[in-house]
């Protein structure tokens, strides 16, 4: 069985893998954004973990976003911008599908790593695209991996030209 977690992610683009991770580390709180029954997008803050080869997402009981996830389990979560304009270190997003851990053991473990407190809702992650938007001059540089595609590197100006592939 082919996996798209972190770990996979990280052995494909360890360079790239560490850049969104740092971002990432920047800031403890960042955006969670899910499907509602009805397919509206719903947001929401969210604390993340890197560990054991894994992004984790962590929630308190019976919350919205883990209600989301259950039922449709496609998210999109953003990095935390925060202060000010500039982010000198560019934003980052990831995608993919978010796949609940039910099992007592290894919420045990994960609760007594963490210091997270009981009950909660734990998903690890299968990724399927991981972006990072920085600025390079006069350039908008986006990064983009897919586990089909692999990486690429599109850069804008700030002119009527059409994107350039690196």
């Given at each position: 069985?082919?996996?798209?977690?972190?770990?996979?992610?990280?052995?494909?683009?360890?360079?790239?893998?560490?850049?969104?991770?740092?971002?990432?580390?920047?800031?403890?709180?960042?955006?969670?954004?899910?499907?509602?029954?009805?397919?509206?997008?719903?947001?929401?803050?969210?604390?993340?973990?890197?560990?054991?080869?894994?992004?984790?997402?962590?929630?308190?009981?019976?919350?919205?976003?883990?209600?989301?996830?259950?039922?449709?389990?496609?998210?999109?979560?953003?990095?935390?911008?925060?202060?000010?304009?500039?982010?000198?270190?560019?934003?980052?997003?990831?995608?993919?599908?978010?796949?609940?851990?039910?099992?007592?053991?290894?919420?045990?473990?994960?609760?007594?790593?963490?210091?997270?407190e009981h009950p909660f809702h734990l998903f690890r992650t299968e990724l399927t695209e991981v972006v990072h938007i920085g600025?390079?001059?006069?350039?908008?540089?986006?990064?983009?991996?897919?586990?089909?595609?692999?990486?690429?590197?599109?850069?804008?100006?700030?002119?009527?030209?059409?994107?350039?592939?690196?």
């Open positions: 069985m082919t996996t798209n977690n972190w770990a996979a992610f990280e052995q494909a683009e360890p360079e790239f893998a560490a850049t969104v991770r740092a971002r990432f580390a920047q800031y403890p709180h960042h955006v969670l954004a899910t499907l509602r029954k009805d397919g509206s997008p719903r947001v929401a803050g969210l604390n993340t973990e890197f560990r054991g080869g894994e992004l984790w997402l962590g929630m308190m009981p019976d919350s919205r976003k883990a209600k989301d996830l259950q039922r449709d389990p496609r998210f999109a979560l953003h990095t935390n911008p925060g202060a000010g304009e500039t982010m000198p270190d560019g934003d980052v997003r990831i995608s993919g599908r978010a796949i609940e851990v039910v099992d007592p053991p290894e919420q045990h473990r994960f609760a007594e790593e963490t210091g997270t600025v390079d001059g006069d350039d908008l540089v986006i990064r983009a991996w897919t586990p089909a595609r692999g990486l690429r590197t599109l850069r804008r100006g700030n002119d009527d030209e059409p994107p350039r592939e690196d």
